[in-house]
């Protein structure tokens, strides 16, 4: 199947600062990226969803000021989360779809764990 | 709102027995797709079933549909103590995951 490689795959970071989590295709044309949150033994929870050169589009209750997502080529998109705290301590993960996918089969990554002290 | 759920929400079975866990969705689909997640892994997809279709099979897995009652089941043949993994069932409208079914294989 396609790959999907998310980077990094775990970050410890201070309270207050931002980190910036990469989701690349490495052999498909993503044109639709996905960004999920999951906490442990929970389900995924979509954040956003980001199409190559457009604004993401947020779920409700996703506040896009703190989840800065980015999709400006159609192998990259970049997820920030700004001033992060430890209430956003959790495992992110990114899915992609495009051309390929042509039944919607998503990618998957395989996560970034993040822990804010 | 998750727009799939699945049960049971855990299964210990024992190696070589099947496994069978099921998928509840709200709203009508195009398809419908099942994945698998080992602990702290990304997911992989496994199989997708279209609206319809009401019956698929993939090696050691067979999935069933039923878009009437608005449900999916995933079979498990012959199962593995690699197959031990969190299952998700997923639709396509929203690309919204139930909280999915843990499923341990004792060896």
């Known amino acids: 199947g396609a790959v999907v490689s998310q980077h990094p795959s775990w970050v410890i970071c201070k309270s207050g600062t931002s980190v910036k989590i990469e989701c690349r295709s490495l052999d498909f044309q993503a044109t639709t990226m996905f960004w999920y949150r999951q906490f442990p033994k929970q389900s995924l929870m979509l954040m956003a969803t980001s199409n190559e050169g457009s604004k993401a589009t947020y779920e409700q209750g996703v506040e896009k000021d703190k989840f800065l997502i980015n999709h400006a080529s159609l192998t990259l998109s970049t997820l920030t989360v700004t001033s992060a705290h430890p209430e956003d301590s959790s495992f992110y993960i990114c899915?992609?779809?495009?051309?390929?996918?042509?039944?919607?089969?998503?990618?998957f990554g395989e996560g970034s764990r993040l822990t804010v002290l | 709102s998750q727009q799939g759920e699945e049960d049971p929400q855990a299964l210990s079975i024992q190696e070589g027995e099947n496994a069978t866990m099921n998928c509840s969705y709200k709203t009508s689909i195009n398809n419908l797709q099942w994945y698998r997640q080992n602990s702290g892994r990304g997911l992989v997809h496994l199989i997708l079933i279209r609206s319809n279709e009401r019956e698929k099979h993939s090696g050691r897995l067979r999935v069933t549909l039923d878009t009437s009652k608005k449900s999916s089941s995933l079979l498990i043949t012959a199962s593995r103590a690699a197959d031990t993994a969190s299952y998700f069932c997923a639709t396509d409208n929203k690309l919204v995951f139930g909280a999915g079914t843990i499923l341990r294989v004792k060896s």
């Open positions: 899915s992609a779809t495009g051309i390929r996918a042509l039944t919607g089969e998503l990618f």
